[in-house]
């Protein structure tokens, strides 16, 4: 049963701060791995994609992955309002389907 | 960039009456495409596999007579919700790859499905 665990949250930040989204995978032959953000009601927009072990930028978003400890992260740096959502840590390995994770729900305090 | 399209954004039928759900890929082809559903405040859950020319793929627990998926074209998949209960009440979303099994997925903007 492949797995992934996300903290559900809420994570509350203040706004211009770093906010650290985290998730780990049971799968040890996970290939791809995704960020995305899901705002109420509304369906899930890619954000990150990582394939490689490290550090992948964008703008003021983040993302690292650790195959080794099977642990992949986002972080999300000078916090904003709008960034108030939930965010799903997405792992594939190989075949077509996608395993998500439920969803840490991120709040940023103005 | 992928673009999956999803109609209608919205819809509310009455008890017992079917609904359909469109899912297209406007700019890629898609041999398989995903559908979901998700319930307030709930996480995403897969209802099923659609697969271009063949039976879709339905996850456990998933009635394939209620809800039926047809993929018949590479860039169109449907989702019928028959005889509707209001249990039924959900947003579904469908997504579908442009590329190979290594890409994301795209989602289409869901349908909220409201069953009196």
């Known amino acids: 049963q492949k797995e992934v665990e996300q903290n559900s949250g809420p994570l509350s930040v203040p706004e211009g701060a770093i906010a650290s989204l985290n998730c780990t995978y049971s799968?040890?032959?996970?290939?791809?791995f995704f960020w995305y953000r899901q705002y109420s009601g509304k369906s899930p927009e890619l954000i990150m994609s990582i394939y490689s072990n490290g550090d992948k930028e964008d703008g003021r978003f983040t993302a690292q992955l650790n195959k080794a400890s099977q642990y992949v992260s986002l972080l999300i740096r000078d916090s904003q309002p709008s960034d108030s959502a939930t965010y799903l840590c997405a792992v594939g390995a190989g075949s077509y389907q996608l395993t998500f994770g439920k969803g840490t729900k991120l709040s940023v305090i103005p | 960039g992928a673009v999956v399209s999803q109609h209608p954004s919205w819809v509310i039928c009455k008890s017992g009456t079917s609904v359909k759900i469109e899912c297209r890929s406007l700019d890629f082809q898609a041999t398989t495409m995903f559908w979901y559903r998700q319930f307030p405040k709930q996480s995403l859950m897969l209802m099923a596999t659609?697969?271009?020319?063949?039976?879709?793929?339905?996850e456990q627990g998933v009635e394939k007579d209620k809800f039926l998926i047809n993929h018949a074209s590479l860039t169109l998949s449907t989702l019928t919700v028959t005889s509707a209960h209001p249990e039924d009440s959900s947003f579904y979303i469908c997504?579908?790859?442009?590329?190979?099994?290594?890409?994301?997925?795209?989602f289409g903007n869901g349908t909220r499905l409201t069953v009196t």
């Open positions: 799968d040890r032959v996970s290939q791809s």
């Open positions: 659609s697969n271009e020319g063949s039976k879709a793929t339905y």
């Open positions: 997504s579908a790859r442009n590329r190979g099994t290594d890409s994301p997925l795209h």
